[in-house]
């Protein structure tokens, strides 16, 4: 049977007039690395499930995007990292938020999914989880990141939060309207990944630092099941990107899979409908990466790019970040 693979590194301003070669190369880099990763696992004969975690954790390690390694920093300057995994065989999920001193997160969501009884666990609750379940703490110099940093001492006095790779800040309310221009020019993402794998399984998975300058305690979509991600085998696994706080009230993941559902939608007509539409209407920026059971993939946003990736058992590859 066939399988598909598809990654994300976050969707936001990212067009050739910000990029450099240099830059293009490191990010192409970066989302092969993550893809290869994963296809090792599914070419194998390894589930959905285990590939997302895989090419996550290559994205976590790589400090261009943020999530891990390369996790922005919130209002207190701290990196606080959530990120989920959900399988659609079973409908199981794993979630974390608010984490701190964890290499690579998304291991985390995925053993809150198979050893603690929960779906969803954040703080210091999933701190002493992972603690007990044998991770390792990782120091807070190994989340320093220049870049980042200097991106948030911009912004960290004001009440302006933003999206890693966008120019605009967005106050911390919703709808945003006036907001100052040009602040930062980054361009680094958020990550995710959904695979459907040879025995028809699918999974999604999705790790970020969120949003710079973000307050204390803040979670957005990425690891609130339904919103950022979702995986279930009779219609689809998403992952998502962009301003969190829409994603959330767009509930974008579970929407996607309700249209493909309940009024037997394609995948790609679903995805365009709550990206191109119900999300544009609501203010939304941002974009998701999705996968069906039949091998069927899209990447859709609204945003002027989104760095994403695909490969899949009949020898199709590539990565793009522009329109
Ligand atoms: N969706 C993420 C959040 O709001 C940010 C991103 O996708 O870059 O936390």
């Known amino acids: 049977m066939a399988f598909t693979l598809v990654i994300h590194g976050g969707a936001g301003n990212i067009t050739p007039a910000i990029m450099n070669k240099e830059q293009e190369k490191q990010y192409e880099i970066g989302l092969k690395d993550a893809l290869n990763s994963g296809y090792k696992v599914l070419s194998g004969g390894g589930t959905a499930m285990e590939a997302v975690v895989a090419a996550i954790c290559i994205l976590e390690d790589n400090p261009i995007f943020n999530a891990g390694k390369g996790a922005v920093f919130t209002k207190k300057g701290l990196n606080e990292m959530d990120a989920a995994v959900m399988d659609g065989s079973n409908l199981a999920a794993g979630a974390i938020a608010g984490v701190r001193n964890i290499k690579n997160p998304i ?7 198979l050893h ?40 960290r006095d004001s009440d302006f939060y933003q999206l890693d790779h966008k120019e605009d800040n967005l106050k911390g309310t919703v709808p945003n309207t006036e907001l100052p221009q040009n602040i930062s020019n980054s361009k680094f993402g958020t990550v995710g990944a959904a695979a459907c794998d040879e ?45 969190g706080e829409y994603f959330l009230r767009a509930v974008v993941a579970y929407d996607v899979s309700c249209l493909m559902e309940y009024k037997n939608l394609s995948l790609q007509d679903a995805c365009k409908i709550v990206i ?11 974009g998701l990466i999705a996968v069906d059971a039949n091998g069927n993939f899209d990447f859709c946003f609204n945003s002027a790019g989104m760095y994403r990736g695909m490969r899949n058992s009949k020898g199709d590859e590539f990565v793009a970040f522009y329109k």
């Open 116 to 155: 603690s009884g929960h779906v969803f666990l954040s703080g210091n609750g999933a701190a002493e989880f992972a603690f007990s379940r044998g991770f390792e703490f990782t120091p807070d110099d190994y989340f320093f990141n220049k870049s980042r940093y200097d991106q948030w001492v911009e912004i």
């Open 199 to 243: 025995y028809g399984n699918l999974a999604a998975g999705t790790s970020t630092g969120g949003m710079t300058n973000k307050r204390f305690g803040r979670i957005g979509d990425s690891p609130v099941i339904g919103a950022g991600t979702y995986a279930n085998n009779k219609t689809c696994a998403i992952s998502c990107t962009g301003h």
């Open 107 to 113: 291991k985390l969501a995925q053993e809150v999914m």
């Open 276 to 286: 191109k539409d119900k999300l544009v209407k609501l203010g939304g920026e941002g």
